[in-house]
């Protein structure tokens, strides 16, 4: 065989380089963030490929996500210096075994054209067994067992295989539905996700010449961020590796953060149970930050008890200190990150001009991500959002504004198709034409010939009876928001705007009529519903819309506000800021990373803290670790002392994670608003007045970090007007304020609705959340 160059051999330090040398038998690379795992991955299958050991469909290599796909291609074909064509089995899990299921379908019973059910589908299906099940759905929602079932398929564990410890699941009628699903679908001809890999286990474990036959043909096995697969995934890995053993896997156990979705990192340590004698690298050097960076990264992680404990080093030079900062408030936090990007563009912060691409926003959910765009477009700063749609193209959001958009415009025929059957309420097709054609014939606006066809009965049953339920509902949320009708006598005067008021001032502010649209119209219980991971994130979305409505006047400046900043949106192919979870952002690297949002109940989030034992804590914290060490050159975390929860501001704690930062390696940088000068916006006294930042917990904890880090102390504080509760719970009698109405007493409560005799405004019903206790 002709020698052929091997350069990449020669990026690779003697560790690494060993790893990717020891070409067959089982090897382990475990080795923290940056230490270069993804690349001797990537130098690994180029050596099989230039050695002539494999060729390129005979390599089954395991990413994370498509991306991460494309770029191990994209690099394996830089490093032998030609395009790595056909390499068919490099990609995910999932989009492998779709690929391998389509030959074998028959196999399970399916047959090769089968299709992959969404969840709704999924849960249209569950929803008919539970019922021809005598179930209550409303106890027991199918989404409940939706998550059961991914549960047990991510387990591997088919019907048959479900533990007797989990037969009480579900009403005790868990596994006995979960058999019906199964074959519902099959009678279908498809399959759910999580059966992607459930069914390829099954056949390997059920066809041994199936099994032999990829045995032989997938030579080499190649597995990254390997922390993070679940007990299906290892067990079709470890059946896929049983003859050769030539399997590599590279992992952190400090990254794993899926958890969540049943990803197990005792794989790790099973390894080298299964594949005895495997050869298990360990990689210190970190290539990728500077050594502030790291030890805050590392001192971070050694709060974590269930670790396998690991120290990296670097010899980079030192760079620029970790830099922590506090702000006001979310608002804040994203107007002074973009001044610092464009700082930083310019040069004039840090030790060189940064690109954009260079630059990129970790947040730990995606509803922060609302106010870094808003501020973006606005000042005009290209940004994309990677591994989802940017805010105001999310679904959720669509769907929301589609709902206010039609209280304040009801011709807005767009808006009214999105969402006249969503959440489902029973309109086909035949429905949804009878609707438009009775428009038309009529030459009205959708929504009135909806009206039209329900009054003349074309649209009966169910569908008939949930659309006049929303029809009716547009027409009383508009009435809501113009407020009450005025009489006025004097039928001379012509309404050409100097005419009396016709209508009162309405009864509720913008912000609660958008949440009363949102709860009445079911938006709101079709999200809670849901049981899907996305579920709960679209929840806070919507959480995050209502809260943004504060900045405006009414719901018509609002919409306003959002068409034109999506009009000033042009997409450009230039350099953009990434903004992404940090979920998302596993396996990458960027010179600069900013981390907002470093607060108790947002990162680490409520659930984890809401937890007995350290678990969810744990995983937050790796979470916390992947974040830093993305950053090679700058990274700076911040927090905001107020956040608005449910339209209302709350104090927010500094996350404990900051209590974690080595002092030595952080810099405390001081914000002009909250230390010496004045407020940083105009609004802030009103701001003031309804949160009282400077005698809260969190801003006591600031000052007394402040202390420790010998900076500035701040101005003067203020004193107390109200204390904001997130969730309200009343009692008759109690003393409590309304934004609009002010002071008054609980005097009746309806569920969500409380009724209050108010000083100023007199007796008027309101939705909770948007009153506060004023115990004085
Ligand atoms: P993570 O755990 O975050 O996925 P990783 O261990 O996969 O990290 P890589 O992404 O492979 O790390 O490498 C991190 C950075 O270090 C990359 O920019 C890579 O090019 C560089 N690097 C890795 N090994 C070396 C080396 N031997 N010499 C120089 N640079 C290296
Ligand atoms: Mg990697």
Sequence with gaps: ?????????????????????????????????????????????????????????????????????????????????????????????????????????????????????????????????????????????????????????????????????????????????????????????????????????????????????????????????????????????????????????????????????????????????????????????????????????????????????????????????????????????????????????????????????????????????????????????????????????????????????????PGDDLAFERIVNTPKRGLGDKAQQTIQMTARENGVSLVDGARIAVDNGLIKGKGGKALRELIDGLARWNAMMRGPKIEVDDDSVIDDGTAPKRFGEPEVSHIELAQIILDESGYTAHWQNEKTPEAPGRLENLKELVNQLDNFENLQGFLEHVSLVMDNEKESDGAKVSIMTLHAAKGLEFPAVFLPGWEDGLFPSQRSMDESGIKGLEEERRLAYVGITRAEEICTISFAANRRVFGQWQNAMPSRFIDELPEDHVEVLTPPGLYGGGPPTAGIETRAAEANVYNSPGWRRLQARQGQYGTSQPRESRNTVIDATAVASFTLGERVFHQKFGYGAVIGIEGDKVEVDFEKAGLKKVVSRFLSAKDD
């Design 1 to 409: 065989m002709a020698a052929r160059p091997m350069p990449y051999l020669d990026e690779l330090n003697p560790a690494q380089r060993d790893a990717v040398e020891r070409l067959d038998g089982p090897v382990l690379m475990l080795a923290g963030a940056g230490t270069g795992k993804t690349k001797a991955l990537t130098a690994r299958i180029a050596h099989l490929l230039s050695t002539g050991r494999a060729r390129p469909n005979e390599i089954l290599s395991v990413t994370f996500t498509n991306k991460a796909a494309r770029e191990m291609k994209n690099r394996v074909g830089r490093l032998l210096g030609q395009p790595a064509e056909g390499m068919p089995w490099l990609g995910t899990f999932h989009s492998i075994c779709v690929k391998l299921l389509r030959r074998h379908a028959e196999l399970v019973d399916l047959k090769s054209n089968f299709t992959i059910l969404d969840t709704d589908d999924q849960l249209r299906l569950l929803k008919q067994l539970i019922q021809a099940a005598n179930i209550d759905d409303k106890r027991w929602p199918a989404r409940m067992l939706a998550g059961i079932i991914d549960d047990w398929k991510n387990r591997a564990l088919t019907p048959d295989k479900v533990p007797a410890a989990d037969a009480g699941a579900y009403n005790h009628k868990g596994i006995e539905i979960y058999a019906q699903y199964q074959t519902r679908l099959r009678e279908l001809n498809a399959v759910d996700f999580g059966d992607l890999l459930l069914h390829m286990v099954t056949i390997f474990q059920t066809h041994q010449d199936v099994l032999a036959q990829y045995q032989r043909w997938f030579r080499y096995i190649l597995v990254d961020e390997y922390q993070d697969t679940n007990v299906a995934q290892y067990l079709w890995l470890r059946l896929l590796a049983r003859a050769h053993k030539n399997i590599c896997c590279v992992g952190d156990d400090d990254q794993s953060i899926y958890g969540w979705r049943g990803a197990e990192v005792g794989n790790i340590l099973r390894f080298e149970k299964d594949f005895p004698g495997a050869y298990v690298v360990r990689l210190e050097q970190n290539y990728r930050s500077t050594p502030h960076i790291l030890a805050a990264a590392s001192n971070v992680i050694r709060g974590n008890e269930s670790r396998l404990g690991k120290e990296l080093w670097t010899d980079a030079q030192d760079g620029e200190k970790v830099r922590l900062i506090g702000h006001w408030d979310g608002e804040e936090e994203a107007r002074w990150i973009g001044e610092e990007i464009d700082a930083m563009q310019g040069g004039t912060r840090g030790a060189r001009p940064f690109n954009l691409d260079e630059i990129a926003i970790l947040v730990r959910a995606s509803h922060q991500m609302r106010a870094f765009e808003d501020r973006f477009l606005t000042i005009g700063l290209p940004y994309k959002v990677i591994g989802g749609p940017r805010f105001y193209e999310r679904m959720e959001i669509r769907d929301a504004m589609a709902y206010f958009r039609l209280v304040v415009s």
